[in-house]
C-alpha cells in the first residue's frame, strides 16, 4: 500500500520567513509531485520531481527530490500572503494514479 | 491549452435520482481519472482509465459507474448516492506517462440530500 506521509499539516507563518514542509512516501518511485489547492478550488500543478537530486524553483517555491531517503521538500523563500494554500505531495502518477499526502494547509500572516 | 473542463460546477440530488458528471479535455492525453475530495482530506482516486479502458477501479461501490465513450470525454454516471458520498468530484488527465503531471478539472461539487 502506498503511503505518502506530510509535515507539518498546519503551518502559520509570518510575511518574510522561511520554512519547509516535507514529504516522506513509501514506495521505490523515482519520481513526486507537488500541488497547490487554494479554498473551494481544484488542484493547480507547481512541480515534477522526476529523479533523484532533482530540484525546482518557480519564484518563492522551491522543491527537491532524495529518492534515497524517500524524501521531498517544499521550501518557501520570503512567505507572502498569496502563498496562503493547501499544498499537497503526491506519489505514483501515470497509468497509476496519484496517492495523495494529507495536505498542508498554510497560513502566512502579514 | 491545458485545461480540463468539468459539468455541471455543482449538482444537488436525492438519493433515488440517476445523475451524471462530465469531463473534457483537448490535449490528446491519454489517460483519464475520477478523484474523490471530501472536505478538508486530500483527494482518493476512484478509477483510471488508458487508452479509453478502464484500467483501475480503486473498489469504488456500484452506485458510480464511470464511462469514457473517447479519448476526449470521461463521464460518471451516479445512481442511488448516500449522502455519505457528498464531496468535490475531480476529474484528471494525463499523457499517460509518470514523467507527466495530472492537470485536474475545476470539479464538481455535488450535494446528496
Known amino acids: 500500500e502506498l503511503k505518502v506521509e506530510q509535515n507539518p499539516l498546519f503551518l502559520s507563518m509570518q510575511e518574510g520567513k522561511n520554512y519547509t514542509i516535507y514529504c516522506n512516501y513509501s514506495t521505490t518511485s523515482d519520481r513526486l509531485y507537488w500541488y497547490r489547492q487554494d479554498p473551494g478550488k481544484s488542484l493547480e500543478s507547481l512541480f515534477v520531481l522526476l529523479s533523484n537530486g532533482a530540484v525546482k524553483q518557480e519564484g518563492r517555491l522551491m522543491a527537491s527530490l532524495d529518492t534515497k531517503a524517500r524524501l521531498s521538500t517544499l521550501h518557501i523563500t520570503a512567505a507572502v500572503h498569496d502563498l496562503s494554500a493547501t499544498y499537497f505531495c503526491?506519489?505514483?502518477?501515470?497509468?497509476?494514479?496519484?496517492?495523495f499526502g494529507k495536505g498542508t494547509h498554510l497560513i502566512i500572516q502579514p | 491549452d491545458t485545461e480540463v473542463t468539468q459539468t455541471p460546477k455543482h449538482l444537488v440530488m436525492g438519493m433515488t435520482n440517476k445523475k451524471s458528471l462530465k469531463c473534457e479535455q483537448h490535449?490528446?492525453?491519454?489517460?483519464m481519472y475520477w478523484y474523490k475530495q471530501k472536505a478538508k482530506k486530500p483527494p482518493e482516486l476512484m478509477f483510471v482509465?488508458?487508452?479509453?479502458?478502464?484500467?483501475i477501479n480503486e473498489s469504488v461501490p456500484s452506485r458510480f459507474s464511470p464511462e469514457c465513450p473517447n479519448s476526449s470525454l470521461l463521464n460518471l454516471h451516479l445512481h442511488a448516492l448516500q449522502p455519505e458520498d457528498s464531496a468535490l468530484y475531480l476529474c484528471?488527465?494525463?499523457?499517460?506517462?509518470?514523467?507527466?503531471?495530472?492537470?485536474f478539472g475545476p470539479g464538481t461539487r455535488l450535494t446528496v440530500t
Open positions: 490535449m490528446g492525453h491519454r489517460a
Open positions: 484528471a488527465s494525463s499523457q499517460g506517462d509518470s514523467n507527466y503531471e495530472q492537470y
Open positions: 482509465y488508458s487508452y479509453e479502458k478502464l484500467s
Open positions: 503526491a506519489d505514483g502518477g501515470g497509468a497509476d494514479g496519484l496517492t
